[in-house]
């Protein structure tokens, strides 16, 4: 009985330690910078989203791809991956450009949405994505905001 109260204990304490061996990391920063066209195909358009990336932790943050999903007026619009890899120095920030799809059937769900007295300003939008990082290093983001389109937009 001893040795398994003992035994408890040590797994309990070496548990403990475990945690702090992961970093405690503050949140990064992210921004949608831009939104460029890209060359569409058939029934879907093509985007590239920009983002500004902003690390406020004093340890490098190492990333070996990237994944978004849009949602605009509650409803999802885009979504995009990409293959890159790299490192965000400590206080420091980088801006990283991901392709992003739309299909003919999430624009006409937009379309729907939209009353006919709503504009095309002030649509408020959620991104949320993934820097991928290994099995402890990724780091999930969301931001949140307006765009402002101009009213001659055509898909």
């Not at 040590?10 to 970093?23: D, K, Q, Y």
């Not at 409803?75 to 990283?96: K, M």
């Not at 799809?101 to 939008?125: D, E, I, K, W």
Request: aromatic share 6%.
């Amino acid at each position: 009985m001893r040795r398994l109260i003992g035994l408890t204990l040590s797994l309990i304490l070496l548990s403990l330690s475990a945690c702090a061996l992961f970093p405690n990391r503050d949140p990064l920063h992210i921004n949608v910078v831009g939104i460029e066209p890209l060359q569409s195909q058939d029934l879907e358009v093509r985007f590239a989203i920009k983002l500004r990336v902003q690390n406020p932790n004093d340890t490098a943050i190492d990333y070996n791809g990237v994944a978004l999903d849009l949602e605009v007026n509650g409803r999802p619009l885009a979504a995009g991956v990409a293959d890159q890899q790299g490192s965000i120095p400590r206080f420091s920030e980088t801006v990283l450009t991901v392709p992003v799809s739309v299909s003919a059937f999430s624009v006409l769900r937009q379309t729907l949405g939209l009353s006919q007295t709503q504009s095309l300003n002030n649509l408020p939008y959620v991104l949320r994505g993934k820097l991928a990082g290994g099995l402890f290093g990724t780091m999930r983001f969301v931001d949140r905001g307006t765009l402002d389109l101009p009213n001659t937009v055509t898909w």
